[in-house]
């Protein structure tokens, strides 16, 4: 199994600034087929369902505002928020699908 | 607009069964793989089970030989029937549809509570 972890497991970041979550895979989730990391990012809010926010890494949902952005590759990933907003609030993982079990981060608590 | 309805969903005696069900509208169920993801109270994310657009299936270790996905394409439907229930299976129970991307996105989940 493709363990996630996740860093740190709870951050406080004032309004305005920027949040910066890490996840480290276990082995690489890179295929070098189609050069892309199989690697999601979701935002959880209490008593919602996980949101996803970004896929391969790096690509953006249609919809989620462009002050989330992914990046990383192999098995280092971050998921930044260059503006944090109230509404940012929440709880988010990271998965990788690039073989199953799917495995999640164990999450990360975004506070202001 | 695609959705996911899950249900069937309650309270079951430990070695009990229940069967989940995930209807699916707005897109044809058997085009995309599907999973099921579970969240025990105040926990994070376990993934349980998929099933790729050509049927074949996966399972965590710890459900495996114990619960079964299958899908009823007429019905557009997604199942998880659940056999063995024990304690540590208590959870919000997800459906989740594998975008192209390769990402999910989720239904609101339903909620099984295993007791006695």
């Known amino acids: 199994d493709i363990v996630m972890t996740q860093s740190p497991d709870s951050l406080a970041v004032s309004l305005g600034e920027r949040a910066t979550i890490n996840c480290k895979s276990g082995?690489?989730?890179?295929?070098?087929?189609?050069?892309?990391?199989?690697l999601a990012w979701y935002q959880q809010k209490p008593g919602q369902p996980p949101k996803l926010l970004i896929c391969?890494?790096?690509t953006r949902e249609s919809g989620v505002p462009d002050r989330f952005s992914g990046s990383g590759s192999g098995t280092d990933f971050t998921l930044s928020i260059s503006s944090l907003q109230v509404e940012d609030v929440a709880v988010y993982y990271c998965q990788q699908y690039y073989q199953t079990p799917f495995t999640f981060g164990q999450g990360t608590k975004l506070e202001i | 607009e695609e959705q996911l309805l899950e249900s069937g969903g309650g309270l079951v005696q430990p070695g009990g069964s229940l069967r989940l069900s995930c209807a699916a509208s707005?897109?044809?169920?058997?085009?995309?793989?599907m999973s099921w993801v579970r969240q025990a109270p105040g926990k994070g994310l376990d993934w349980v089970a998929h099933i790729t657009n050509d049927g074949s299936t996966f399972y965590a270790d710890s459900v495996t030989g114990r619960f079964t996905i299958f899908r009823d394409n007429s019905r557009n439907t997604l199942y998880l029937q659940m056999d063995s229930l024990r304690a540590e299976d208590t959870a919000l129970y997800y459906c989740?549809?594998?975008?192209?991307?390769?990402?999910?996105?989720w239904g609101q989940g339903t909620l099984v509570t295993v007791s006695s």
């Open positions: 082995q690489s989730v890179f295929s070098s087929s189609n050069n892309k990391n199989y």
């Open positions: 707005g897109f044809t169920l058997s085009d995309h793989g």
């Open positions: 989740a549809k594998q975008v192209s991307a390769g990402g999910f996105n």
């Open positions: 391969w890494a790096s």
